[in-house]
């Protein structure tokens, strides 16, 4: 399983990344593998504010549906719209093309309490 | 894997649920659904005592044929939904759902008492798998070196297969052509083997619940309980007017909530349990939904009050706090 050194994860099994001042929020290998093939994403609106640990999107897929939750507190600012009709590409590229909003954040140092790559897999494995 | 009734079961092989899903409904799937009852019902009246048990009437099947059927209890409800393959002149078999087996053999156990033939549960010598899918015949045909032409749906057939000695009907939970294979369990693993190799796509728990909602059949402890009227739903043609158990209470009955089938109208997974309204008025509750893998839309069978059972009817179903847009439609969602 593919945990990119240069992301940020949540336990909920959101990563985040940061580019110029916007955080791009998607979720991770492990929790599409978890998921099994998604059907529906729902996204927020963009322009909504929202609050860190906030649940922004669900995932639905053929199994159960899942919370998204926000990392930081901020203003979504543009959400994956694909996503819509291939809901798949959570699936097929969750780093990738399965992107599901970009947020930013109200303050800086968003995503300090998050977990590095080496810190999201020992916390999976603790879990299972 | 999952626990189910007892039984450890795949929800889902490697390749997910989508896939396994079109594989059944363009070349062949295979299931191993070993986790059914099987009930051996025999004995000199054993077709009186199916025909007072169960709402279908076994007494029209002539030697191997089968039928879908249900077992009434006392209330009016359900004990359970069954198939009922009629072996010989005075031998059934029908096969129950895992999760009932117990009380279905309990409760025909008590009611065999007023009749001269015996119910066997032969579960755990019995393993059962279904090969689902329009190329299943051929399939069955090379393996088995058979031709299955004059095998129409419903028929059963003995037949030889990877050197075992197997029953297999031309019946199914999914709305493709199909056979379920009956075999002695010590037997199974080489027939599974050698199908799954011969090509058969291997099929979870997960694959099975959106084929048979696609094709709009019921799933006990979702449609189907203790307390449902079969005469509610659309498979009252299962009851046939003849005297059964619990007549009195299910024939009197009257339907303030209908089962339909549902489509949104909008993406969205319509879950058991959510809820169904008519503006602010609520009006139902979905039994079961996911996102049709072949129209990808959202489907689902859902208890709704009788004046909104029509189809065509536009309702909305509440979808995490909305409302969202959906139609009463007509059973089965794709035609198999």
Known sequence: MD???????????????????????????????????????????????VAASEAVAVVESVKTA??????????????????????????????????????????????ADMLDAAGYRAAIEEDS | MVEFSGWAMPLQYPTGINEEHLAVRQSVGLFDVSHMGELSIRGPEVVDFLRFVALNDAGRLRPGRAQYSML??????????????????????????????????S???RLASDYDCVVVDESEDVALMALQGPGSAVLLERLGDTDLTGLRKNGLLDLELFGQEVRIARTGYTGEDGFEIFVASTSADAVWRGLVTAGAFPCGLGARDTLRLEAGFALFGFELTGDTNP?????????????????ERLWAASCP??????????????????????????????????????????????????QFATPGQAISVEIRGQKIPATIVDLPFIEG
């Open chain 1, 3 to 49: 945990f990119p050194e240069d992301l940020k994860y949540n336990r909920s099994h959101e990563w985040a990344r940061e580019d110029d001042g916007l955080v791009t929020i998607g979720i991770s290998d492990y929790a599409q593998d978890q998921l099994g093939d998604v059907v529906f994403v729902e996204l927020p609106a963009a322009g909504r504010k």
């Open chain 2, 257 to 306: 909530r209908r089962l339909v089938g549902l489509k949104l109208t909008q993406r969205g997974v319509a879950r058991h349990g959510y809820r169904l309204y008519q503006g602010q008025q609520e009006i139902g509750e979905v039994s079961s939904g996911t996102i049709s893998p072949v129209t990808r839309e959202g489907i689902a069978m859902a208890w709704i009050e009788r």
């Open chain 1, 66 to 111: 899942s919370d998204i939750y926000s990392p930081a507190d901020g203003e979504i600012v543009e959400v994956n719209t694909a996503l819509e009709s291939n809901p798949e590409l959570l699936n097929e590229a969750p780093y990738g093309d399965g992107w599901m909003f970009k947020l930013r954040p109200s303050a800086p140092e968003a995503l």
């Open chain 2, 72 to 105: 009434p209890n006392e209330r009016g409800g359900l004990v359970d939904d069954v198939y009922v393959y009629r072996l010989a002149d005075t031998e059934y078999l029908m096969v129950c759902n895992a999760g009932n087996r117990e009380a279905v053999v």
């Open chain 2, 107 to 109: 409760h025909l156990t």
């Open chain 2, 231 to 247: 005469l509610c739903t659309p498979f009252k043609w299962v009851v046939k007017d003849k005297p059964f158990y619990g007549r």
